[in-house]
């Protein structure tokens, strides 16, 4: 079974991400947060008010008497450290997110036509984020197969 809750709007509807994000439901959770690549002037305010959003909200849901009684939180804690490895490089400085997370960079097909140098900031920042929050990283565009076939591929084996 899948339920998919599709928010849109960027940060207008995040009091909205709690609805999913109950306590039985958080070991069965993978939070997808899409950031358009075509707007660089609101991606770091975006992607970091969606997380922010995100972690308070399953925080909030751990702390609950149902949470508590399903031994959520200890799940969650050894789900995160085995997604990150106990032999990582970086073990010090990654806190893995509470529940797997894809932060997927949409209208890449617009992205790619931008200044060279503009394109490495971006992409160096969103790796950075991924990177220490213990996500995966994946660009997108609807126009471009290739990579519509290549997210399909990667969602799968996660």
Request: aromatic share 8%; net charge neutral; hydrophobic share 40%.
């Amino acid at each position: 079974m899948c339920h998919l809750w599709e928010l849109g709007g960027g940060t207008m509807y995040t009091n909205l991400i709690e609805t999913p994000l109950v306590a039985p439901q958080l070991p069965d959770t993978t939070v997808i947060i899409v950031i358009d690549l075509s707007r660089p002037e609101l991606i770091w305010s975006t992607l970091t008010s969606l997380l922010a959003s995100v972690k308070e909200y399953v925080a909030a849901s751990l702390r609950t008497e149902q949470a508590k009684k399903l031994g959520i939180a200890e799940r969650l804690a050894k789900e995160q450290a085995a997604r990150l490895g106990s032999d990582h490089m970086d073990t010090g400085a990654v806190k893995v997110f509470p529940v797997p997370l894809i932060i997927l960079g949409g209208m890449y097909d617009t992205f790619q036509n931008f200044d060279p140098e503009k394109k490495k900031v971006i992409c160096r920042t969103l790796r950075f984020i991924a990177h220490s929050h213990g996500a995966t990283l994946q660009f997108y565009s609807t126009m471009d197969t290739g990579l519509v076939k290549k997210v399909n591929l990667e969602y799968e084996k996660n």
